[in-house]
C-alpha cells in the first residue's frame, strides 16, 4: 500500500507564518506514515520564494524524518531573466530531487512565463507526475506522463471559487481516462474555493466510478492506495484505444 496526502492551506501573513502553520499538518501526516504529500500552487504570500533551500528548510527536515516525499506547491521561478512556474519535489532523503515546469500557463501568466516542454516522472514510494493547475484541462498532459509510467497524478492548484465545479470534474476525467489516482490541492480564502480533492476509482462488474475525498478550510487528509489494482483497469483501457482519423 503506498500513502498519498493533501494540505489544504488557507491565508497567511507571511510566508514565514504560512510555513510555520502547514509544518504541523506535515507533521501530523508524517506521523501518519504518510508516503507523498501535495500542497496547492502559489498558496505563500505574494507567491514568492527567494530561496528554495533556505525557506522550504523545515519541510526538509520533515520529509527526511518521516521518509516523506514533499510537494511543496508551485511558484514562480526567475532565472536568466527568464520567469517559469515550477514544481519543486523535496525527496524522503530531505533533499530536492527535482522540479516540473507548468506546461500551460493560464490567462495572465502567458505574457511573461515560459511554458515547459517536459512531462517528467518522479520515483520515490511510486512513479508519479505532476500536472500544475491549469494543465489538468488538457487531456495530453496526463495521459503522456501514464503512458511514460506514472502511478499517480499529483496537482498543485490554485482555482478560483468559480471554477471549482469544472476542475473537480476535469480531475475526475482524467482518473477516469487514464485509470490512475489523482490528488489535487488547492487553497480556500475568500477568493480561492479549496475542496482539495483526491480521486480513487472503483471497479463493479467492469464499470469503473470515481471514489472523490474532499477537504475543508486548513486541513489535511491521506489515503493509502493499493496501486497495483489499477494495473491491469489501465492496460485494457489503453489497449481499447483505436487509431483512427
Excluded at 471549482?164 to 490512475?180: F, T
Excluded at 474555493?193 to 477537504?215: C, H, M, Q, W, Y
Aim: include cysteine; aromatic fraction near 10%; charge should be positive.
Amino acid at each position: 500500500m503506498t500513502k498519498l496526502g493533501l494540505i489544504q492551506t488557507i491565508s497567511y501573513g507571511s510566508n514565514e507564518k504560512g510555513i510555520e502553520q502547514v509544518s504541523k499538518l506535515l507533521k501530523k501526516l508524517g506521523r501518519q506514515e504518510t508516503d507523498i504529500v501535495c500542497l496547492p500552487e502559489q498558496w505563500l504570500q505574494n507567491n514568492e520564494i527567494s530561496d528554495f533551500e533556505l525557506e522550504f528548510a523545515e519541510f526538509k527536515k520533515i520529509a527526511k524524518e518521516f521518509s516523506m516525499t514533499v510537494i511543496p506547491g508551485a511558484f514562480y521561478d526567475i532565472s536568466n531573466s527568464t520567469i517559469s512556474i515550477i514544481s519543486p519535489v523535496i525527496g524522503p532523503k530531505g533533499e530536492f530531487i527535482g522540479r516540473q515546469e507548468k506546461i500551460h500557463p493560464f490567462d495572465y501568466e502567458k505574457d511573461n512565463v515560459k511554458p515547459g516542454k517536459e512531462a517528467k516522472i518522479f520515483n520515490t514510494a511510486c512513479k508519479f507526475g505532476i500536472i500544475i493547475c491549469y494543465d489538468m484541462v488538457f487531456p495530453g498532459v496526463a495521459n503522456t506522463l501514464v503512458k511514460k509510467g506514472a502511478q499517480v497524478l499529483i496537482s498543485p492548484s490554485r482555482i478560483v471559487r468559480r471554477g471549482i465545479e469544472p476542475w473537480k470534474m476535469y480531475v475526475q476525467v482524467r482518473s477516469l481516462e487514464n485509470r490512475v489516482p489523482i490528488l489535487g490541492a488547492n487553497v480556500e480564502n475568500r477568493r480561492f474555493g479549496g475542496n482539495s480533492i483526491i480521486v480513487d476509482l472503483a471497479e463493479n462488474n467492469k464499470v469503473v466510478n470515481p471514489r472523490i475525498f474532499t477537504l475543508k478550510g486548513e486541513s489535511s487528509l491521506a489515503k493509502n492506495f493499493d496501486l497495483k489494482k489499477y494495473e491491469k483497469s489501465r492496460k485494457i483501457r489503453f489497449s481499447d484505444s483505436n487509431r483512427f482519423q
